[in-house]
């Protein structure tokens, strides 16, 4: 009987530790908060400029900051697709008149938006600006899930980006508006139990609380007790 219960003793440890071995073993990092929510933010952006052009050889002033936009994201990327369809980019304070940018210096190194010059010719300004309203609605990363692990405890969280905004490109002068459209998009991954701390790093307010798991304490040696008590029994009757 002694050699059944060694066994079975055996067993239940190997149970035990192979259920942790992925938390164990060497992982990806996971994106943090911030970048989980930059990557949402790009194809915010993308989508926001896709469809209807923006008026031919004319500077786009985007008044800053952006209503709802913590981080600055979507902005960001807003200014650095219009940079790669060279487009001049202005950025200008909230609630001034924007300035009339006809005449202004095309050189994409003054810009106030402080990306990189292009390579090759540089765009040029002609013509009166438009402006980009842009409003971001809603914006934040969230755990949305709790992801136990067998027999007990918790593996990891499932984590929700999401962004949702909308912009409004009209005649900075007049008024008209060109077109109007919103986007929403999200992203999920997973997030390992012993990661939260990190993808929480450089994330700014980004620190969502993690889920609460069900049960107490108590249940987890009832749990052992009762898997070891299990497999003991079902060795010593296999063995008669």
Not at 85 to 99: D, E, H, K
Not at 103 to 118: Q, R, V
Not at 166 to 175: E, F, I, S
């Amino acid at each position: 009987m002694s050699d059944w219960l060694r066994r079975g003793a055996g067993v239940a440890a190997y149970l035990l530790l192979t259920s942790a071995a992925p938390a164990m073993a060497a992982h990806e990092l996971p994106m943090t908060h911030a970048v989980a929510l930059d990557s949402v933010a790009a194809e915010v952006a993308a989508d926001l400029m896709s469809g209807e052009p923006f008026p031919a050889r004319r500077p786009v002033v985007i008044p800053v900051p952006v209503p709802g936009d913590t981080l600055g994201l979507v902005t960001k990327h807003l200014v650095e697709g219009l940079r790669l369809r060279r487009i001049v980019v202005r950025l200008a304070a909230r609630g001034a008149t924007s300035p009339d940018l006809s005449s202004s210096n095309p050189n994409p190194e003054s810009s106030e938006s402080g990306a990189p010059p292009d390579s090759g010719s540089e765009p040029t300004a002609e013509g009166s600006p438009v402006r980009l309203d842009v409003q971001v609605d809603g914006s934040g990363v969230s755990y949305v899930r709790r992801v136990g692990r067998f027999p007990f405890g918790t593996k990891g969280y499932d984590r929700l980006a999401a962004i949702r905004a909308n912009a409004t490109l009209l005649d900075a002068k007049t008024g008209n508006v060109f077109w109007a459209r919103s986007s929403t998009k999200h992203a999920t991954d997973f997030v390992p139990k012993g990661d939260v701390q990190y993808v929480s790093s450089g994330s700014g307010k980004l620190n969502p609380p993690v889920p609460r798991g069900g049960g107490g304490r108590w249940l987890e040696p009832l749990i052992v007790v009762g898997v070891v008590a299990g497999l003991v029994v079902l060795f010593y009757s296999n063995s008669n």
